[in-house]
């Protein structure tokens, strides 16, 4: 499977940008799909997750901010992300998930998300 994500720019706190990652191959409808991002200095985290039948789970420090969300036709998963704060600045990355939430594929480039306070 190859991921590829985009989306990412530079934006004010406050401001939202939607993260579209596109995956190659027929498995993905079958699997849990992950957001991380990793910012700089710090490891890679799991911010958002999304099972098959779409229920999805978020770290605290997004929660209530960031809406994961999937389209099977398309092979894609989304990350809306509204009332960004300096802290979400992070190269950001999508992944195919075990059901324990392990990350299955190599890492693509990810995208960059800059935001100025």
């Known amino acids: 499977v190859q991921l590829q994500a985009s989306g990412g720019g530079l934006v004010q706190a406050g401001g939202s940008l939607r993260l579209p990652c596109v995956a190659s191959?027929?498995?993905?409808?079958?699997?849990?799909m992950g957001w991380f991002r990793q910012a700089p200095g710090k490891q890679r985290e799991l911010v958002a997750s999304i099972y098959v039948l779409g229920s999805t789970s978020y770290a605290d420090s997004v929660k209530g901010r960031f809406t994961i969300s999937r389209d099977n036709a398309k092979n894609t998963v989304y990350l809306q992300m509204n009332s960004l704060k300096p802290e979400d600045t992070a190269v950001y990355y999508c992944n195919v998930l075990t059901g324990d939430g392990v990350p299955t594929t190599s890492w693509g480039q990810g995208t960059l998300v800059t935001v100025s306070s």
């Open positions: 191959g027929s498995i993905f409808r079958l699997h849990r």
